[in-house]
Structure formats: C-alpha cells, structure tokens
C-alpha cells in the first residue's frame, strides 16, 4: 500500500481526513479484484471535483480575461480541463505511484491511462473539496492549471485540431485541407476508420478513430506535428 501521507505533504494539502484521499486514488477496478477492501472508489469525488474544476476556471477565465467574449472563455476553458491537460498535471504530481488499481489497468497506456488520471485529479480535488473548503481546493487548482494558461494561447491549442490545421494550411500554403476516408474496419459497434489529410493532391497525413469525426481529428493532429506548424 503506497504512503499517502508522504503524497498528502507532496501536494502541499494535508488532509484532516486521510480517508477521503484514499478514496481519491482508488479506481473501481481495484475493488473488483479485492472484495475485501473496506474503502469506495473514487467515481463520486470525481464528479464533485469536475463541479469545483469548473467554477474554479471559469471564475479565474472570466476575471483574467475581462475583454473576451463567452466562446472563446469556453474554448480556453476547455483546453485547460480536458483529459489530456489533466492526466499532464496528475504525472507531474506523480499521482500514478499512488494510484489504487487491479493489475489489468495498471499496466494501461495511452489513452486509457489518461482517463484514469484525469480523473483522479478531479477526484483529488472533490477530496480537498470536502476535507477543506472551496479556497483550499481552488488554491489546488491555481497552483497546478492556471499556469497553463499563456501556452493554452500560443499554441492555439483551445482550438481543435482541425480548426487549427486550417487556418494554418490557408495562411501558410493558401489552400484548404480536404479530408479522405481510406479504410472502415470493424462491426458497427466497434467501427475503426482510418483518414487521410490532403493539401491539394498532397497527402500529409493519416489518422485513425472509432469515427470519421475522430478520425479527422486525429489526422489533422498528426499533419501539425508533422509540418510543425
């Protein structure tokens, strides 16, 4: 069992109930393989935590930015709490040497293992939330997001990646992208499609998803880092 008192004081917000971070960090799976752990997973703290999260940046969003309209405050909004911005802040904190998981999704990559997270992190601050009060697990949220903001702006990454790759394909080559399903594999409910980007006749890069949509996206990502633009 990790030391959750060693990660409490890593975090800068010891707990008066320790419990409540525990739970934080336990994923349902866990208690699927150990039907004799007395704890509760942490799907609960997670859905408080996404309320507190969302106050939180809106209220910091709407007083930095006095001047921006409702869209674009939801566009920064989300580029700061999605999953990937998330489980980026989680690994800074090392939440994943504390996580309580089964064996299968211990060893989960990628995608999956962001979910997991992502929402351990949101977990964590429904727990500050409860153990502490509103400023404490705001003081969280300050100290671990706010930060991201600037490179949020830079980087245009509150827009999707398609947005993105088109208004840079048109500034930079004039014309733009058009997208072409190559391939649809699987059942219909387990569907898998892979699509290529183009640039006139060019071929700049391929994506795939479990729709046509992500699959846009995902190849539209690929064609930034590609060009580096």
């Not at 990790?2 to 739970?23: C, M, V």
């Not at 934080?24 to 509760?40: F, I, K, M, Q, V």
């Not at 969302?54 to 007083?63: G, I, R, S, Y």
């Not at 949020?152 to 999707?160: C, E, T």
């Amino acid at each position: 069992m990790p030391d959750f008192n060693t990660f409490a004081e890593k975090l800068g917000f010891p707990f008066n109930n320790l419990n409540l971070l525990i739970e934080a960090l336990t994923h349902r799976s866990y208690l699927n393989e150990h039907r004799d752990y007395a704890g509760s997973h942490n799907e609960r703290l997670e859905f408080l935590g996404d309320a507190v999260l969302e106050l939180a940046t809106t209220d910091f969003l709407f007083k930095k930015f006095p001047a921006k309209p409702e869209g674009e405050l939801t566009a920064y909004r989300a580029a700061l709490v999605n999953t990937v911005s998330l489980a980026e802040s989680a690994q800074l904190l090392g939440i994943s040497d504390y996580l309580l998981l089964s064996r299968g999704e211990a060893k989960d990559t990628g995608r999956a293992r962001d979910v997991i997270l992502a929402d351990a992190f949101e977990a964590i601050i429904g727990a500050i939330y409860l153990d502490s009060g509103y400023a404490s697990a705001e003081a969280f949220i300050a100290k671990n997001l706010y930060n991201k903001i600037d490179d949020v702006i830079a980087k245009r990454s509150y827009q999707d990646a398609k947005s993105r790759f088109q208004e840079v394909a048109q500034e930079k080559r004039g014309i733009t992208p058009n997208y072409e399903t190559l391939s649809e594999v699987g059942p219909d409910h387990d569907k898998r499609f892979t699509v290529a980007v183009f640039i006139g006749a060019s071929e700049i890069a391929r994506g795939t998803g479990q729709s046509k949509q992500e699959a846009e996206q995902s190849a539209a990502q690929a064609g930034l880092d590609k060009t580096s633009w």
